[in-house]
Antibody
């Protein structure tokens, strides 16, 4: 059974860097074809895809946030990390990590609600 | 970016009746080299994460009841629930994965009439 679980701070101050971790179970980031993405969802709004990392270390970012988002993996610890720099109130959202397959997301974590406020 | 527009924004259907949700993409999401539409549908119940229902526009994810079906090609797509059940109350989203960035529709809220 594949599970993903997000962890990190639930409250961050404006201008800080947000770091979130996705811990995988039943899924290895060293397996050919495996990829994990981050998607966020502001309250009451649609999901927004942010970033993606593949088993071989290749990364993809949504162009509008390419300079403020960074994704990395720790294969041995089965973790994927998302960093979002210089956060503001518009970054308040539930952040999900999800297994990516051919472009769609077939397994999602439960999500973590992050609030940006001073 | 490819803009995904769903209609209607909300929908109320009686139990046992058919529910139809539409999704229109601002650009074609059909790849001619493999004849696949890069379009997925998700269901999100309150307080839960999205759940994949349909991919390649019409392929049902494992474990998804067969009352859910997807159709369409190119720029126009439809999610149909053939006989609405109480547990189908949710928000439904379409997503294109044809191009970066992947984009989602604004969602359609489905309720019981």
């Amino acid at each position: 059974q594949i599970t993903l679980k997000e962890s990190g701070p639930t409250l961050v101050k404006p201008t800080q860097t947000l770091t979130l971790t996705c811990t995988l179970s039943g899924l290895s980031l060293s397996t050919n074809g495996v990829a994990v993405g981050w998607i966020r969802q502001p309250p009451g709004q649609a999901p927004e895809w942010l970033a993606l990392i593949f088993w071989d270390g290749d990364t993809r970012y949504t162009p509008s946030m390419k300079n403020s988002v960074y994704i990395a993996k720790d294969t041995s610890n089965k973790q994927v990390t998302l960093k979002l720099t210089n956060v503001g109130p518009d970054d308040t959202a539930t952040y999900f990590c999800a297994q990516h397959t051919n472009g769609f997301f077939d397994q999602w974590g439960q999500g973590i609600l992050v609030t940006v406020s001073s | 970016d490819i803009v995904m527009t769903q209609s209607p924004d909300s929908l109320a259907v009686s139990l046992g009746e058919r529910a139809t949700i539409n999704c229109k993409s601002s650009q074609n999401v059909l790849y001619s080299f493999n004849n696949k539409n890069y379009l997925a549908w998700y269901q999100q119940k309150p307080g839960q994460s999205p759940k994949l229902l349909i991919y390649w526009a019409s392929t049902r994810q494992s474990g998804v009841p067969d009352r859910f079906s997807g159709s369409g090609s190119g720029t126009d797509f439809t999610l149909t629930i053939s006989s609405l059940q109480a547990e189908d109350v949710a928000v439904y989203y379409c997503q294109q994965y044809y191009d970066n960035p992947y984009t989602f529709g604004q969602g359609t809220k489905l309720e019981i009439k």
